[in-house]
């Protein structure tokens, strides 16, 4: 019987040791995919336009999996050698720190039990994000931080106007430099305390969201339960956000608090992956007068690349949303926010993006509006936004 026991015993370790160490590839690969749509049709011209273009990307989960990102993959959307393939000069990386389970569109619990926890156990994170959502925050943009430190020539992190200015500059001779900067997947990260917004911005965080998708301390989710506007907390962190330069992020806020939040904001906001509703119904998207606002205060409306944002993962849908959002609030407020490594499902990874800038020469998008969408908006934008 004791060898049986000891059997059985070393037959579960063994599954424990495999299971850690394929889990986390065989469920990133199960949820971040690319379709079988592709490869597109791409001309010559398209290519040329591409790479002469600075492209830029406001939302991307690609810290919160267990891959190492300087090295390119065959699974996932994200890593430093597939942003060069795509032509990818500024990637923001969101960090995700708490998301319920049963996520959905429609609503949401807050006490929801949470899927995060049981990844940050599966890829064994550091014990302390276990139960903290801004230690879960600071374990991610670590990631980030060790990528530029370990890999300089291909990777430079972003945090102040400075440090754009020095990237422009040295991407100009060397056209595969990415420039990374990072922001958080909603403000739940904070714990519930003020003082983390210093702590996180110490960490080198430069966007955050207000709510991810359930209703949080600042205020209800587009997903939540309450449809609630900013309360107390949340003005208090608005304040405290923009006083540091911090860019605030409106994806997944409810349309009260994105309403809140213009009332009271006397900064550019940014709305970093989404659609339109009118181009796309549905319940990812806030309405399309919020998004005018969000515009005439100088913001940006950053389109995604998945089915609930855009209606369809093809590179022409795509475009059709980016047309849409020309049409509603001008070219110079529209830029890129995939959603990539964000459990989502598209047609191509971001080493694929030439295929959006040959949908857009299709769609008879002039040359000076594609630029501007693809990342020039961006460029502009953080340039006048980032902290000094």
Not at 50 to 79: F, N, P, T
Not at 116 to 136: E, G, K, M, Y
Not at 201 to 227: A, P, V, W
Not at 351 to 378: F, H, K, P, Y
Request: include cysteine; charged fraction near 20%; glycine fraction near 10%.
């Amino acid at each position: 019987m004791k060898k049986i026991l000891y059997g059985v015993g070393l037959l579960l370790i063994a599954g424990l040791v495999i299971g850690l160490a394929i889990g986390p590839r065989l469920l990133e690969q199960s949820m971040n995919v690319v379709d079988d749509t592709g490869p597109f049709s791409v001309t010559e011209e398209a290519r040329q336009l591409h790479q002469s273009m600075i492209v830029a990307d406001w939302h991307a989960d690609s810290a919160l999996w267990q891959r190492d990102l300087a090295e390119q993959s065959d699974y996932g959307h994200v890593d430093i050698p597939r942003l060069q393939q795509g032509n990818v000069a500024l990637q923001m990386f969101t960090s995700v720190t708490k998301s319920p389970r049963g996520q959905n569109y429609e609503r949401n619990e807050s006490d929801a039990s949470d899927n995060i926890t049981t990844l940050a156990l599966l890829q064994r994170w550091p014990v302390d994000t276990w139960t903290s959502l801004t230690a879960r925050a600071v374990f991610q943009a670590e990631k980030i931080q060790r990528l530029a430190e370990t890999d300089n020539d291909n990777f430079r992190l972003i945090k102040t106007k400075r440090d754009l200015a020095d990237f422009v500059r040295a991407r100009q001779s060397n056209q595969r430099l990415v420039g990374g900067l990072i922001g958080t997947e909603g403000s739940h990260a904070l714990d519930g305390k003020l003082e983390n917004i210093q702590l996180l911005f110490d960490e080198g965080l430069r966007m955050m969201g207000l709510q991810h998708f359930f209703d949080n301390k600042l205020g209800g989710s587009l997903h939540g339960t309450s449809q609630a506007g900013l309360t107390e907390f949340g003005r208090q962190a608005l304040a405290q956000m923009q006083q540091l330069n911090i860019i605030v992020d409106l994806a997944h806020s409810s349309e009260q608090v994105v309403e809140d939040v213009l009332a009271l904001s006397d900064r550019p906001l940014v709305v970093s992956h989404t659609g339109f509703k009118g181009h796309c119904d549905t319940p990812r998207n806030i309405r399309d007068d919020l998004m005018r606002a969000i515009a005439d205060g100088g913001g940006l409306i950053a389109i995604g690349y998945w089915d609930g944002a855009v209606c369809g993962t093809h590179p022409e849908k795509i475009a059709e949303a980016i047309r849409y959002g020309i049409a509603l609030v001008g070219a110079e407020h529209v830029a890129l926010g995939s959603d990539y490594d964000g459990t989502v499902t598209t047609s191509f990874d971001t080493s694929g993006l030439v295929a959006i800038t040959q949908a857009l020469l299709d769609a008879n998008v002039s040359e000076q509006d594609i630029r501007a969408v693809m990342g020039g908006n961006t460029l502009r934008f953080l340039a006048a936004n980032l902290p000094e």
